[in-house]
């Protein structure tokens, strides 16, 4: 697991990933998403249904129902994915879990922190689903 993201934003990441890096665009039930990323069934349904509700996929009930990406894979983020988790990291949280660390209460990690912060949030935001390789 990634130290840095939870466990559910890594998921919510793959089960995108593979989605997207798949070569056809037919809908892909729940169990082969599960056998594909190595994701157990029971976590990715809940995840799964949280990218539903946030549009960033579609399901699709019946014989040939499953998921697929809601739009093109350029036009979806990874911070739209990692928001749709609650996985997007806590703008400014303080790496000492000072309540409040700010420039004028800052804790010895304030600045590298932030500067980390920020870098990530910039990678997120222009970072889309067309960046995977394809399986």
Same mark, same amino acid.
Request: aromatic share 8%.
């Given at each position: +697991?990634?130290? /840095?993201?939870? =466990? %559910?934003?890594?998921?919510?990441?793959?089960? %995108?990933?593979?989605?997207?890096?798949?070569?056809?665009? %037919?809908?892909?039930?729940?169990?082969?998403?599960?056998?594909?990323?190595?994701?157990? &069934?029971?976590?990715?349904?809940?995840?799964?249904?949280?990218?539903?509700?946030? $549009?960033?996929? &579609?399901? =699709?009930?019946?014989?040939?129902?499953? /998921?697929?990406?809601?739009? #093109?894979?350029?036009?979806?983020?990874?911070?739209?994915?990692?928001?749709?988790?609650?996985?997007? #990291?806590? #703008?400014?949280?303080?790496?000492?879990?000072?309540?409040?660390?700010?420039? %004028?209460?800052?804790?010895?990690?304030?600045?590298?922190?932030?500067? +980390?912060? $920020? =870098?990530?949030?910039?990678?997120?935001?222009?970072?889309?689903? $067309?960046?995977?390789?394809?399986?």
């Amino acid at each position: +697991m990634n130290a /840095f993201l939870p =466990q %559910t934003a890594e998921y919510a990441l793959r089960a %995108t990933a593979w989605l997207a890096a798949r070569a056809e665009t %037919t809908p892909v039930r729940a169990k082969e998403l599960s056998e594909g990323t190595g994701i157990p &069934l029971h976590y990715l349904s809940k995840i799964l249904r949280r990218l539903v509700l946030a $549009d960033l996929l &579609l399901s =699709q009930k019946g014989h040939h129902g499953g /998921f697929v990406l809601a739009r #093109p894979p350029g036009e979806i983020s990874f911070r739209e994915i990692l928001t749709a988790v609650n996985g997007f #990291p806590t #703008p400014r949280r303080c790496a000492f879990g000072w309540g409040s660390c700010d420039k %004028t209460k800052p804790c010895p990690l304030h600045e590298p922190w932030a500067e +980390m912060a $920020d =870098q990530f949030s910039e990678w997120a935001s222009t970072t889309t689903l $067309d960046r995977v390789e394809k399986l």
